[in-house]
């Protein structure tokens, strides 16, 4: 069950992002284009939501190894701490840039 789930829900997502590009090619001006406004929409707002869930997990992690770290070795949490700021900083990172596509993509269009 889950991995049907989990296959239909990264099918939808390359449907989205693949409508992007083609909302990307269209000219300006030219008529019938609300649909493609409406799929850059659902692709940004699920790229950036796609984005933070990762990032998401991806400082929970952090986090937690840090966290247990600094339990087995009290010592060493000083070198802990500067690690995992600098490890947060590039996650977020990610999360920006994903943010910065996803404006792109809604003003371009």
């Known amino acids: 069950m889950r991995k049907t789930v989990l296959t239909l829900g990264l099918a939808l997502a390359a449907v989205l992002f693949l409508g992007a590009g083609v909302a990307l090619a269209a000219e300006p001006g030219a008529g019938g284009t609300n649909w493609v406004k409406v799929a850059v929409m659902i692709g ?60 792109i993509m809604l003003f371009v269009v």
């Open 44 to 103: 940004a707002g699920l790229g950036i939501g796609i984005a933070a869930h990762g990032t998401g997990q991806g400082m929970g992690n952090a986090i937690a190894a840090a966290c247990e770290g600094t339990a087995r070795n009290p010592e060493a949490s000083g070198k802990l701490t500067t690690t995992m700021l600098i490890g947060l900083a590039l996650i977020e990172s990610l999360c920006i840039y994903a943010l910065v596509i996803a404006l």
